[in-house]
């Protein structure tokens, strides 16, 4: 297995396109990081002394805010403001001051809306991997070997994931290093603050942002491996890859449309993949739990994999 994915991934890099994809990624991350340089409001906060009575007057307003909607605030609104309140509580009894100097990590913070285009080149790369085989005819050397399909699918799945966890790793590592050199690091460690269920944590930066890049890498992942899966059943990257990039742009408006009306959007796979919702806002439909979404995305995983590797094993590929 280990030199089929050795194969596999030597096939992707010799690929020119590969090194268009890694090259876009860099000079993306690299206009971003001169934007925000040359904008230099972003560059430092003014020295705000009276920040925990700004706060606490913060905390009236929503309060105020609170009261006047009564039952006619939403579901979302009132977890904002809940979040928010108790985030400027935590603040105050803690001396954690908001006051921050923009550095490093607020950088690889926004780089992370590059995630998406990470997403995109991985999902072109999954669904050429298996659909390029049979257009170029080499499907049949792979299949005259001592190999089972399983494992020649399998070994192509992984070198898609690797694929997309090198791409990950590459915005995630420049970022940090472009970061440093134009920002610098941040003079004092200020933790991040996790809101969870009610409950306020302290999180190291730099281990929250992993964890940060971790979830919002969950759609990427589902969405190439749907590519994927098109790729292997369908013979057909072209569709593939539009399908997927499609659904990666307004899977997730859609769904939020539909669960404004029906409850079953909750069971969407789109619906579930953003974990980030459960920490940083409100479930997409009341109800959701974190077990609930983390469920629903190994269901489709499954169900993505039923199809490719029933499909692949039985239909006469070698024709």
């Known amino acids: 297995m280990g030199n089929l994915i050795k194969n596999e991934l030597m096939k992707i890099f010799r690929r020119p396109g590969t090194y268009v994809m890694i ?54 609104q009132k977890a904002y403001f809940d979040k928010e309140i108790k985030m400027n509580e935590y603040r105050i009894e803690n001396d954690i001051s908001p006051n921050v100097d923009y550095s490093v990590w607020g950088f690889v913070t926004d780089a992370s809306m590059f995630i998406e285009l990470a997403g995109l080149f991985t999902i072109i790369v999954a669904a050429g991997i298996v659909a390029s085989e049979f257009s170029w005819g080499t499907i049949k050397l792979l299949l005259i070997r001592p190999i089972t399909r399983s494992k020649i699918l399998l070994s192509k799945y992984v070198s898609v994931l690797i694929f997309g966890l090198l791409m990950i790793s590459l915005l995630f590592s420049y970022s940090v290093g472009l970061g440093s050199i134009l920002f610098g690091l941040p003079e004092q460690a200020t933790p991040y603050l996790n809101y969870y269920e009610g409950k306020i944590t302290e999180q190291n930066m730099l281990v929250h942002l992993i964890i940060f890049y971790g979830f919002k890498s969950i759609s990427m992942v589902m969405l190439a491996t749907m590519a994927f899966m098109i790729s292997a059943v369908f013979r057909n990257s072209s569709l593939a890859i539009g399908l997927s990039i499609f659904l990666m742009f307004v899977g997730s408006q859609v769904t939020r449309v539909i669960s404004m009306k029906y409850e079953w959007a909750k069971f969407s796979l789109f619906a579930n993949t953003d974990l980030l919702q459960y920490f940083e806002g409100a479930p997409l439909v009341e109800g959701m739990t974190l077990s609930f979404s983390i469920m629903m995305l190994f269901v489709y995983l499954l169900l993505f994999h039923a199809l490719t590797f029933g499909v692949f094993s039985k239909r006469d590929v070698a024709g």
Not at 31 to 59: C, F, H, R, T, Y
């Open 23 to 76: 090259g876009l990624l860099i000079f993306v991350i690299s206009v971003a990081g001169i934007i925000i340089k040359s904008q230099e409001s972003k560059g430092s906060v003014p020295d705000n002394a009276e920040w925990k009575q700004a706060l606490i007057i913060q905390n009236q307003e929503f309060e105020k805010q609170l009261d006047e909607m009564g039952d006619a605030i939403s579901r979302d």
